[in-house]
């Protein structure tokens, strides 16, 4: 079994979820004369590539620590919504299932197509990243329950729609854009939609079930999109965390392996060495498919 990397590349340039704090990373000590480079990082736990724990949204709930590695690694699957999801869209479980296999207790990645639009990608739009990516409505979080997913990921800024989130009110004029969208495409208002006890029931709903999510997902996920494999999410062992940065890997057979580093050498990347995801359409052709 070899590698491939959905985590994305994290630096001082990379957003954290909005209002929270990035990373910040200083030298305290340098080669002279201390003989050694040493670096302080602060940083919230929700910057890059990360972990949301139950304990985010659940009091009672586990910390980062006791999640058991048979829990974060698993057979999973990826899928590819973005031929069906845009600016402010509601995805749905149906749109999943009639993409790839998902199998009760599997590992879930949901590839929006919005990481396209993430810091590390030639085409980088925050605004669009954290702001306007699709999300899922109460009817995908009760089937990813009975599902009994282990966790779910997604390659944007949360697994919540923004305009369910507090977003919706930090950004006035998007929630406008959000609410003529909706009149037009699902004949409701953003309110009929999304009413208070709806609230982010992607974390309320969810974590105290113990099906917590991943936020910010992406590096090469094009290149496994509506396909399945074995999916490791690796944080800290981390006492008393709420979330974790982490790093998710996706593992397939030596063959397979081959066959998509082939492809990936045929790919624009970006200034990082990951997929440019917008720049190789053929990629998703080959998943839409599937």
Known sequence: MKPVDLTIPLGVGTPPWPTYIPLQVQYFKRLAPNGANGQVVTH??????????????????????????????HDGAIVDLSDVCGDYDVYTSKMVEDRVEVKEGDILIIHTGYHHYGWDQPTADEIRYMIKHPGPDREFADWAKKKKLRWIGVDCGSADHPMNTKIREWMPVQAKECEAHFKKK????????????KYQLMHIEMFNKGLIHAECVGGDIDLLLNQRAVIGCFPWRFVDGESCIARIVAFVDDDRHAKLMAKKAKAELTKFGDIAGAANPKLHAEAHKK
């Open 44 to 73: 919230s736990n929700h910057v890059g590539t990360h972990l949301d724990g139950e304990i985010h949204f659940y009091t009672p709930g586990k910390d980062i620590a006791s999640l058991d590695l048979d829990f974060l690694m």
């Open 186 to 197: 699902y004949g409701k208002t953003l309110d009929e939609v999304f009413t208070p006890d």
